[in-house]
C-alpha cells in the first residue's frame, strides 16, 4: 500500500538517518541547536516536552534519541541519557494514521520500506496492524537481548496505559492529563524517561497548567524545582532547507491571529485571543514609590470560594496615566481579613467594590458589609464589562496604563486573559479566575473617585500600636501586604 506521504516525511523515509543530526550538510546538528538542546537534555532530567511550532520537526529529535536508546548505538556527539541495556519504549501519538507517519517513520519506516532512525538490518520483527500501521517493533541491542517499541494511540482503551513498566514514553502531540500521568508513572520503576512534543493548539489544559503554571496563574519553576525541563522551538529555530520563507510567509498569512504564537513560535495559544492584545513589556515598569501628591484608588473583587482580588491603583493627573502599584489575592478568607488587608494600605483611599453575589440581594448584603467593616470610603465599581475593557485598552495602547513589575500574580492573569472559541470572555476555569483582571476594569472607571492623601493623616491603628504594652501582640495580623 502506498503511503501519502508529505514531501519532508518523504525525503526522511528516504535518507533519515545520513541526513538529520549528521556532521556536515543542509540539515546537519548545528542547523538544530535546541533539538540538540533536548536530546541532551535527558542525561539530567526525566521529563522533556518540546513545545514546537508546526512543522519545525519537533518528532525528530525524540525519535533521534529513541533510535539510540533501542539500538544501543549511541553516536559521536550523543551527550543525552544513555541506558545500558534492551529497553521498552511506548512511541505514541492521536491516532494509529498519524502515529504511522511521523513515529513510525521517523524511527523504523513504513512497512514497504523499513529503515529510519533504526536502520532495517537491527530491524528483527514488526507486528503490523491495518493501514500498515505498526502494533510493535522487535529490535536488536548492542547489549544483547531484545528491545522493544510498542506503538500506543491517545484514543485507545485507557486501560492499555494504567499497566507495564517501560523506560521511555514518546508522547507526539499533546495527552490528555491522564497519560501523561499514566506515562510518569510507567517509568517510575525504571528510573526513564517521558519525552513529550506538541504545539499546544488546545489554550491552557489541565496538562499545560502542569507543565507551565505559568501560564496558568501560577508562578514559573525553573527544572531543578519541577524535575521538568522544556523548550521552544519555532519556525527560526530550522534551516532554511527545512523551513523555506517563502513556505513561511504564506502559510503565516493563512493562520488566524490568535493561533499565529502557536504555530510559528511553539507558545500556548490562548482561546481565540487575549483579551487585551497588548505586550506587557509595553506597560510593565520597574517597581517605584508614587509620588505622594498621586490620587490613590483601590479596587475589590469579593469572593469565597474564588478569591477575592484587591489592586491598588495610583492617578498620575498631569498625564492623564493609572498605574497598578499593589495586588493582593486570597479565597476562603473571612470578609475581615480582605478588609485589613485594604485598610493596611491607608484607610483614606477610597475602594470601588464589585456588589456581586448570587442575586442582587446577597450582592447588596456583601457590599454593606464591606462598608460596614472597611474605615475607607466606598463605591460601588461600575461594572459594564464592554466599557470597562475599552477604557483599559485605550491607556495601554496610549501609554496611559502601567503596572509594576512586583505584581506577579496581574502579569500571570493577564498572560492568560483570553477569549474562548466563541469569542466569550473566559471568566473563569478549574486552573485559574481572573479576578485582578475584573479589578483593573473597576480601578480604570473608579479615578473620578480617586483621592490625594490627606494633609497630616495617621493611621489610628498606628496609635493604638503605640499604647500596647511592651511584649503585647499587634491587634492585626499581616496576611499579605498589597503595595
Not at 501560564?215 to 519541577?226: L, V
Not at 448584603?365 to 461600575?382: D, T, W
Amino acid at each position: 500500500m502506498s503511503l501519502d506521504l508529505s514531501p519532508l516525511a518523504a525525503i526522511l523515509q528516504r535518507e533519515l538517518v545520513g541526513s538529520y543530526f549528521a556532521d556536515s550538510g543542509p540539515f546537519a546538528r548545528e542547523f538544530y541547536p535546541k533539538h540538540i538542546e533536548a536530546m541532551a537534555a535527558t542525561a539530567k532530567y526525566k521529563r522533556c516536552t518540546i513545545f514546537g511550532a508546526n512543522r519545525v520537526g519537533k518528532t525528530l529529535g525524540w525519535a533521534r534519541a529513541g533510535g539510540a536508546y533501542a539500538t544501543g548505538k549511541y553516536p559521536h556527539w550523543w551527550e543525552g541519557r544513555r541506558f545500558h541495556k534492551p529497553v521498552i519504549i511506548w512511541a505514541c501519538g492521536v491516532t494509529r494514521p498519524l502515529v504511522r507517519d511521523s513515529l513510525q517513520l521517523y524511527l523504523i519506516g513504513s512497512r514497504e520500506r523499513l529503515g529510519g532512525f533504526i536502520q532495517a538490518d537491527d530491524i528483527v520483527d514488526v507486528s503490523w496492524g491495518k493501514d500498515d500501521c505498526a502494533v510493535r517493533a522487535i529490535i536488536r541491542s548492542e547489549f544483547g537481548g531484545l528491545s522493544t517499541i510498542e506503538f500506543k494511540t491517545y484514543d485507545m482503551n485507557p486501560e492499555r496505559f494504567q499497566s507495564g513498566t517501560v523506560d521511555v514514553v514518546i508522547l507526539d502531540e499533546e495527552p490528555k492529563a491522564f497519560i501523561y500521568t499514566e506515562a510518569v508513572t510507567r517509568t517510575m520503576t525504571t528510573g526513564g524517561l517521558v519525552l513529550t512534543g506538541f504545539t499546544a493548539l488546545h489554550g491552557v489544559t489541565p496538562l499545560i497548567a502542569h507543565l507551565l503554571p505559568e501560564f496558568a496563574d501560577g508562578e514559573a519553576t525553573t527544572p531543578e524545582e519541577s524535575s521538568h525541563w522544556y523548550t521552544f522551538i519555532g519556525w527560526d529555530d530550522v534551516p532554511e532547507e527545512h523551513l523555506s520563507a517563502k513556505y513561511k510567509k504564506e502559510t503565516r498569512a493563512s493562520y488566524l491571529p490568535h493561533e499565529i504564537d502557536a504555530r510559528t513560535k511553539g507558545i500556548p495559544r490562548l482561546g481565540s485571543g487575549k483579551v487585551w492584545p497588548v505586550d506587557s513589556d509595553t506597560f510593565v515598569v520597574p517597581d517605584f514609590d508614587p509620588p505622594a501628591h498621586w490620587p490613590r484608588i483601590a479596587a475589590v473583587d469579593p469572593g469565597f470560594n474564588h478569591p477575592t482580588g484587591l489592586l491598588r491603583g495610583a492617578y498620575d493627573m498631569e498625564n492623564d496615566a493609572l498605574y497598578v502599584y499593589g495586588e493582593y489575592r486570597k479565597n476562603m478568607e473571612h470578609l475581615a481579613v480582605h478588609c485589613e488587608a485594604i485598610m493596611r494600605g491607608g484607610a483614606w483611599v477610597p475602594c470601588v467594590i464589585d456588589p456581586a453575589g448570587a442575586n442582587i440581594d446577597d450582592g447588596d448584603r456583601v457590599y454593606a458589609q464591606y462598608v460596614k467593616n472597611l474605615r475607607n470610603p466606598c463605591f460601588r465599581a461600575e461594572k459594564g464589562i464592554t466599557k470597562g475593557l475599552q477604557e483599559v485598552y485605550d491607556r495601554m495602547l496610549d501609554g496611559r496604563f502601567f503596572v509594576m513589575k512586583s505584581c506577579r500574580m496581574w502579569i500571570g492573569e493577564y498572560n492568560i486573559y483570553s477569549r474562548d472559541e466563541r469569542g466569550r470572555i473566559i471568566e473563569s476555569t478549574e486552573q485559574h479566575h481572573f479576578d485582578l483582571m475584573a479589578c483593573t476594569r473597576y480601578l480604570a472607571l473608579g479615578i473620578k473617585y480617586a483621592k490625594q492623601k490627606p494633609l497630616n493623616w495617621t493611621d489610628p491603628r498606628d496609635q493604638m500600636r503605640a499604647w500596647q504594652p511592651t511584649g503585647q501582640a499587634p491587634t492585626s495580623i499581616d496576611h499579605g501586604f498589597f503595595g
